[in-house]
């Protein structure tokens, strides 16, 4: 299937500008899907949850036929507001953890929409994943990326925050993935966002060690 319409974006105000926070200042009211959506993940009932961010800020849920059921979010910076929520995953509790990137947090929500709790603090986060065992792994855009418990504990955080040369580990990284051996993959834009080109490093392993 194919949900919304190419080329056709929702009215949300949205302008695009030559820089990026010129870009979302213009968003004035969250809107339809979509504008230039930015993340999707599934409930246990197959519903369907898209981030809708860099020209809305919006999260909506569809059913898994494709029927938009609810949307939730307007530009802001309060509870249940956003600016550019980059990323979503729906946890095992069918809770939907939204990364709001320029916010510098991540909102925590019920399957309606409904605000249950915050991680604030976070270096602009673009992209959280939770496995198996309910380790939360969060990618930030400030060249690093952090694992938590589910409670919110700070487990290990690792990076290169600052450096702006082509050879440190991270630049923005944007995207996690977990493997079924715990192994973590991190996709960054560092093209777009550093101007170096990593080449294959643009995707990068990370291998779990276990403790004997």
Partial sequence: MMLGEKGVPSNSGYVKKPDLFESLATIQQGAPPFNRPTGVSLSSTGDIFITDGYGNARVHKFSPDGNLLLSWGEPGTALGQFVLPHNLWVDRKDRVWVADRENRRIQIFDLQGNFLTQWTNLGRPTDVIIDDDDIVYVSE?????????????????????????????????????????????????????????????????FARITQA
């Fill in 141 to 205: 855009l400030e060249q690093t990326v952090s694992i938590f418990t589910m409670e919110g504990k700070l487990l290990t955080r690792w990076g290169s925050p600052g450096e702006t040369n082509p050879e440190a580990l991270f630049d923005a990284p944007h995207a996690l993935a977990i493997d079924s051996h715990g192994d973590i993959y991190v996709g960054e834009v560092s093209f777009t966002h550093g101007k170096h080109n990593k080449g294959p490093k643009t995707i990068q392993k």
